[in-house]
T-cell receptor, first 116, second 111 residues
Framework: DVKVTQSSRYLVKRTGEKVFLECVQDMDHENMFWYRQDPGLGLRLIYFSYDVKMKEKGDIPEGYSVSREKKERFSLILESASTNQTSMYLC???????????????FGPGTRLTVL | KNEVEQSPQNLTAQEGEFITINCSYSVGISALHWLQQHPGGGIVSLFMLSSGKKKHGRLIATINIQEKHSSLHITASHPRDSAVYICAVRSWRTSGSRLTFGEGTQLTVNP
């Protein structure tokens, strides 16, 4: 089974702190994604990466950066956390090529971040 | 207007009822996904389809490419089906395996 893990389930930070959210997948997937999920807005893509050291902005990249130094790990960084970044953050990964799971995204359990 | 619209936003049913959740999209797609999210839990993929119909247990997903519409049906609903159901599409114009999501349908099945 594909496993996507996230470093924390719950996180509380203060305004202005630098926050790191880590995501690790064990299926050698090329693609990795960071989303945030807010009531009434659904899932919104922050950044994604289709290869090591490659990244593309999603729909709401402002205030965030990402790092992908190894294929299995994709980090989301909040350079200076703000209260409007309080949200549920979900990581996902997907593979390329053929097979029945082609293009299916596998999600981590989520990190609920509260910024005070 | 969102590229992916789901209806209804909220749905309450009695155990045993037949449930339908609808998804309409406005872009050309290569695949449509139905996802399930339980309270406090992660998201799991239920179906990925590009044509026709798929069935898994009590769940059935259909898609009509010409009408840009998909439905998720749950037969003999049960309280454990209570969750948020999310429709997502992979459009031809986006890069990689990026998905565009609907806002989700909150389903509550009462015993």
């Amino acid at each position: 089974d594909v496993k996507v893990t996230q470093s924390s389930r719950y996180l509380v930070k203060r305004t202005g702190e630098k926050v790191f959210l880590e995501c690790v997948q064990d299926m050698d997937h090329e693609n990795m994604f960071w989303y945030r999920q807010d009531p009434g807005l659904g899932l919104r893509l922050i950044y994604f990466s289709y290869d090591v050291k490659m990244k593309e902005k999603g729909d709401i990249p402002e205030g965030y950066s990402v790092s992908r130094e190894k294929k299995e790990r994709f980090s989301l960084i909040l350079e200076s956390a703000s209260t409007n970044q309080t949200s549920m953050y979900l990581c996902a990964s997907s593979g390329e090529g053929g097979g029945s799971n082609y293009n299916e995204q596998f999600f981590g359990p989520g990190t609920r971040l509260t910024v005070l | 207007k969102n590229e992916v619209e789901q209806s209804p936003q909220n749905l309450t049913a009695q155990e045993g009822e037949f449930i339908t959740i609808n998804c309409s999209y406005s872009v050309g797609i290569s695949a449509l996904h139905w996802l399930q999210q339980h309270p406090g839990g992660g998201i799991v993929s239920l179906f990925m389809l590009s044509s026709g119909k798929k069935k898994h247990g009590r769940l059935i997903a259909t898609i009509n490419i010409q009408e840009k519409h998909s439905s998720l049906h749950i037969t003999a609903s049960h309280p454990r089906d209570s969750a948020v159901y999310i429709c997502a599409v992979r459009s031809w114009r986006t890069s990689g395996s990026r998905l565009t999501f609907g806002e989700g349908t909150q389903l509550t099945v009462n015993p």
